[in-house]
């Protein structure tokens, strides 16, 4: 399996408060995602990163930022958390390329009452 | 741009019985194409995937795939479904240039004795 740690697995936080989501790679893969996935929905990606501070949006955005200071580390923040973005947040790496194939962590469960 | 439709959202099958999951995509080109498998609680993991050549495709865990160009899709197949196939299946394509993968819905599949 790829070596992706995301962290943390479960959280649980209130209206307004800001909140990082982490995800670690052992692989040295250029390209990383964050989705977040929601029933009825599937996947959403909401950003991504194609190399060391070299990040842009995905179809759902608003409401997230995100960093990559470091090859192997892409970090999403809430700025200020909705229940909104309840969701299960899943990082993916890949190399090579866009269309080449992803392999994802095994997510982060965030409930934000 | 890109699109991938899982008509089915839910399907039942017997255990024993032949699978068959839809995937239709729309891409002026050939795209590249993916099926992926979610168990409960988890990452997705690859089936398989088409980037050229052969147009049936062999996977893990005993799953295959044809690339129809004619009819757009990318169907997966299994010809006896196990009590752990038992998952939610997720096609995606991906294109030349800087655009990500695009995911379909998915499809959850039950299995029943």
């Known amino acids: 399996d790829a070596g992706i740690t995301q962290s943390p697995r479960h959280k649980v936080t209130e209206t307004g408060t800001p909140v990082t989501l982490r995800c670690h790679q052992t692989?040295?893969?250029?390209?990383m995602y964050w989705y977040r996935q929601d029933p009825g929905h599937g996947l959403r990606l909401i950003h991504y990163?194609?190399?060391?501070?070299?990040?842009d949006k995905g179809e759902v955005s608003d409401g997230y930022s995100v960093s990559r200071s470091k090859t192997e580390d892409f970090l999403l923040t809430l700025e200020s958390a909705t229940s909104s973005q309840t969701s299960v947040y899943f990082c993916?790496?890949?190399?090579?390329?866009?269309?080449?194939?992803?392999?994802f962590g095994d997510g982060t469960r965030l409930s934000i009452l | 741009a890109q699109s991938v439709t899982q008509p089915d959202i839910h399907i039942t099958v017997s255990e024993g019985a032949s699978l068959e999951l839809r995937c239709n995509y729309s891409y002026g080109a050939t795209p590249y194409l993916f099926w992926y498998v979610q168990s409960p609680g988890q990452g997705l993991q690859l089936l398989l995937k088409?980037?050229?050549?052969?147009?049936l495709v062999q996977g893990i865990k005993g799953f295959e795939a044809e690339f129809k160009r004619s009819q757009s899709s990318f169907n997966l197949r299994k010809p006896s479904v196990h009590w752990s196939d038992a998952a939610e299946y997720f096609c995606?394509?991906?294109?030349?240039?800087?655009?990500?993968?695009?995911f379909g819905k998915g499809t959850r599949l039950s299995v029943i004795a």
């Open positions: 692989e040295n893969h250029r390209y």
């Open positions: 990163s194609y190399g060391v501070k070299d990040t």
């Open positions: 088409y980037f050229s050549g052969d147009t």
């Open positions: 995606a394509v991906g294109v030349t240039g800087n655009t990500p993968l695009v």
């Open positions: 993916a790496i890949s190399e090579g390329g866009f269309n080449q194939p992803q392999h």
